[in-house]
């Protein structure tokens, strides 16, 4: 079953913004990961972060974790065209798999 | 390096029928598994190896079967294809044994069953 959870479904922002998306689980977790996928390709890692960080940044992106609440956020700043793609968290709980949730849907317009 | 290559990118099967999906990985990693995607479904795991030798099932292991006699390839077998199994497939590779690092993923195989 599904482990994460990533809201919203979709998220239609304009060049230059910030887009936001959050990812909720359920139980405990070694590590949460997020993943990019451009339409008709595989997924591509973005950032891991393991549950005794809080934050996290690569680039333009930032991660949240907070363990307390279980979940993480995702945040891109100064948004591109070529952002537009699907995101998705993944959990790692310990037991040799990794969890994906359902996926976040971004449209960045010029 | 070529990363994680799957075989075939497209395929039309009909009900019945079997076939093998394949998956190799050139980086020497221990850690391999496979996926299946549907709309509004996300990633679930249908299979996985912790290293050759050693294969596990996953979410949604029924009518798939896997084996792991090399470090480098992992194929997927549909013994008996049904339309609930059309679904983009998808393998990928981690360093250790364990999924606590980054997966590299293959491009996919979409797979439709008539």
Known sequence: SQQGEEDPQALSIQEG???????????SI??????????????????????????KHSGRLRVTLDTSKKS?????????????????????EGYSTLTFGKGTMLLVSP | ?????????????????????????????????????DPGMGLR????????????QGEVPNGYNVSRSTTEDFPLRLLSAAPSQTSVYFCASSPTGAPNQPQHFGDGTRLSIL
Request: glycine fraction near 6%.
């Open chain 1, 17 to 27: 913004e910030n887009a936001t998306m959050n990812c909720s689980y359920k139980t």
């Open chain 1, 30 to 55: 070694n590590n949460l990961q997020w993943y990019r996928q451009n339409s008709g390709r595989g997924l591509v890692h973005l950032i891991l972060i393991r549950s005794n960080e809080r934050e």
């Open chain 1, 72 to 92: 993480s956020s995702l945040l891109i700043t100064a948004s591109r065209a070529a952002d537009t793609a699907s995101y998705f968290c993944a959990t790692d």
């Open chain 2, 1 to 37: 390096n070529a990363g994680v290559t799957q075989t075939p990118k497209f395929q039309v099967l009909k009900t019945g029928q079997s076939m093998t999906l394949q998956c190799a990985q050139d980086m020497n990693h221990e850690y391999m598994s496979w996926y299946r995607q």
């Open chain 2, 45 to 56: 795991l249908i299979h996985y190896s912790v290293g050759a030798g050693i294969t596990d």
